[in-house]
């Protein structure tokens, strides 16, 4: 088994250990550095066989392959730490927006087999979306390698460098865009009369064959608009349209590289 380290030990890096547990992966290979001690101990708490660390780099940077769960204001940083003792062997794969593939590589002085891979909180339940992308001259064996071991994250599609950005604003954030909603629904449909698994089967149930009917019914836009004659929420939805595009479209610019 290939080693595996993790510089940062936070949310995204519990998301992946839980999707390797999920599928009864072996965690005994991975080891995880972050300089916060009680984050550290947390992850050791839920996910036992890991390593941690919060003092050295050096078991996490010298693994086959190499996580960078950092968010971007520290990437900078975090590269510059690496760059003198980091496996040159290494497949490195990053997990954040903005800092290219190319901006990683000259900053760690040339390694060849770079990745990028835009997690979603949903893989937590081996669900997500999680696009990657690759250095165009990584080793194709490299390149499987990765590929089959973010299988348990759930939909990893390989998209174009340049649209790791737009997935992390879709598929990404996207979740906090319905979750207050699907929760105020649960909470109403309760207080109708509902009890609690009747109101998450029928949400989960209307949310599914309300996208499949939008995207897949083969009617336009308004045609699947039309089929509901009653719109409760008809007088705000431009406000909530304005919305996304006032929250949206700034921080999109702000991750762009």
Not at 166 to 175: D, F, K, L, R, V
């Amino acid at each position: 088994m290939k080693t595996i380290g993790f510089i940062g030990g936070g949310r995204v890096t519990r998301i992946f250990l839980q999707a390797f547990s999920n599928a009864g992966m072996a965690l005994d290979h991975i080891s995880v550095y972050d300089p916060n001690r009680e984050v550290l101990d947390a992850l050791k708490h839920k996910f036992p066989s890991i390593s941690i660390n919060s003092i050295a780099l050096q078991e996490v940077i010298t693994a086959d392959l190499v996580f960078l769960a950092v968010h971007p204001p520290v990437m900078m940083e975090t590269l510059a730490n690496i760059k003198a003792g980091i496996n040159p062997a290494a497949t490195v794969v990053s997990l954040a927006p903005k800092f290219t593939i190319e901006k990683i590589r000259a900053i760690l002085g040339g390694i060849r087999n770079i990745a990028r891979i835009n997690p979603s909180a949903s893989s937590y339940i081996n669900k997500g979306v999680n696009p990657v992308c690759f250095a165009p001259d990584i080793a194709e064996d490299r390149k499987a390698e990765l590929l089959d071991l973010i299988k348990p994250l759930g939909y990893s599609p390989e998209v174009d460098e340049p649209k790791i950005e737009a997935y992390a604003m879709i598929s990404a954030m996207g979740h906090t865009y319905f979750w207050f909603q699907l929760q105020k629904l649960k909470e109403l449909a309760i207080s109708f009369g509902m009890n609690h698994d009747e109101a998450e089967t029928v949400i989960s149930e209307m949310m599914h064959g309300t996208v499949e009917t939008l995207f897949h019914s083969g009617l336009t836009y308004p045609e699947v608009i039309d089929l509901v004659p009653i719109k409760p929420l008809g007088p705000v939805e431009s406000t909530i349209s304005g919305f996304y595009d006032d929250h949206l479209i700034p921080l999109y610019n702000k991750i762009k590289p």
